[in-house]
């Protein structure tokens, strides 16, 4: 049977969830790179594809990871491979390591993917570097493109958001 008692626990029981409070995710370091993704709006079309391709259980690990993420208007210039959401392709985009710009200074202006293929700053300005991607010892060749957002942190690593695509030729 219920009763007045009951109603009025139950009831005060619902307000106190209520007034719980839920931590917005916010790129303060506090939060792993899919979760830090999904709230950067210019990157959607690759949080989907890195989704798609199995590659988002990877990134809310441990890590660390650096993740360069295109925005959606380098992304809907990307070949199939990348937009199909082909994870070896993606892994073009994705380091081992926490890794600033100043860290990818230091380490003379190269990052090696999880593919095998190097990034490597080719000019641009401190603020905004320009990168391109490179086979092995070759020279950088395919698209370049300007880090447009450095250094957002994430609990698991760094992402870079940036304006193409990076495909070595």
């Known amino acids: 049977m219920i009763t007045r008692r009951s109603l009025f626990a ?3 029981g619902a307000l106190m969830l209520a007034g719980c409070e839920t931590a917005q995710v916010a790129a303060d370091g506090r939060f792993p790179i899919m979760d830090v993704l ?7 079309d690759f949080r989907s594809a890195l989704r798609r391709a199995d590659l988002d259980d990877l990134l809310k690990g441990p890590g660390p990871y650096t993740v ?5 208007t380098a992304w809907g210039g990307a070949p199939p491979d990348f937009r199909n959401a082909n994870p070896a ?3 073009n ?6 890794l600033r710009l100043p860290d990818i200074a230091a380490r003379g202006n190269r990052v090696r993917m999880l593919s095998g293929v190097d990034i490597r700053v080719v000019g641009g300005t401190p603020a905004e570097p320009r990168i391109q991607a490179a086979r092995g010892n070759a020279a950088p060749s395919g698209a370049s493109g300007s880090i447009v957002r450095p250094n957002i942190l994430c609990s698991n690593g760094i992402i870079h958001v940036i304006g193409a695509v ?3 030729s």
């Open 38 to 44: 999904g709230i950067i709006p210019e990157v959607s």
């Open 10 to 12: 139950a009831g005060g």
């Open 68 to 72: 360069f993420a295109p925005t959606n």
């Open 89 to 91: 392709t993606l892994r």
């Open 93 to 98: 985009l994705i380091a081992a390591g926490r």
């Open 166 to 168: 990076l495909i070595p």
